[in-house]
T-cell receptor, first 114, second 109 residues
């Protein structure tokens, strides 16, 4: 069974640009969550989508947005990039029907802002 | 305020030297506690889910336990391939998932 796939693996952008990251969940998983991981802050929750609807949102500015498609694939967009947005962005999927289910992670997209 | 704290931040063990990692939490309503292993350049890999105090789960050299305030990940006779960062995450009653900052484990041959 294929795991969670994130593309691209690496991205280099400059301040002010925007970026779109993609995530394909495990087949059959309907919930997709996004996290930002940095050495200082650890894993910070961005948002969760379930059946194309945003079900939960973390404490990030509106420059961070996402969406989910009918096939459960998800994209995350960051506009007006800042130096502090440099991080590993992780996507995780779960069955999502109820709480208490583990999330399974992809290997992330490493975003570097110059 | 919901909070998850892991200790120690870093741990160096000799091969075969057993030890425990700690995850203490303060959350409103626990729906599940998860342990993950993360290798450099990779995403977290799921290890265990614990749902209620007194529950235990085992996998090879790893054993996770849960009380009402904390969880332990016991590593018995570790090998160098057990070197990784171990993350603990807690899911609250509101379905929010909070991660600790992890314990970086190094096992020396």
């Amino acid at each position: 069974k294929a795991g969670v796939t994130q593309t691209p693996r690496y991205l280099i952008k400059t301040r002010g640009q925007q970026v779109t990251l993609s995530c394909s969940p495990i087949s059959g998983h309907r919930s997709v969550s996004w996290y930002q991981q940095t050495p200082g802050q650890g894993l910070q929750f961005l948002f969760e989508y379930f059946s194309e609807t945003q079900r939960n949102k973390g404490n990030f500015p509106g420059r961070f947005s996402g969406r989910q498609f009918s096939n459960s694939r998800s994209e995350m967009n960051v506009s007006t990039l800042e130096l502090g947005d440099s991080a590993l962005y992780l996507c995780a999927s779960s069955l999502g029907e109820a709480g208490g289910q583990p999330q399974h992670f992809g290997d992330g997209t490493r975003l570097s802002i110059l | 305020e919901d909070q998850v704290t892991q200790s120690p931040e870093a741990l160096r063990l000799q091969e075969g030297e057993s030890s425990s990692l700690n995850c203490s939490y303060t959350v409103s309503g626990l729906r599940g506690l998860f342990w993950y292993r993360q290798d450099p350049g990779k995403g977290p890999e799921f290890l265990f889910t614990l749902y209620s105090a007194g529950e235990e789960k085992e996998k090879e050299r790893l054993k996770a336990t849960l009380t009402k305030k904390e969880s332990f990940l016991h590593i018995t006779a570790p090998k160098p391939e057990d070197s990784a960062t171990y993350l603990c995450a807690v899911q609250t009653g509101a379905n929010n998932l909070f991660f600790g900052t992890g314990t970086r484990l190094t096992v020396i041959p």
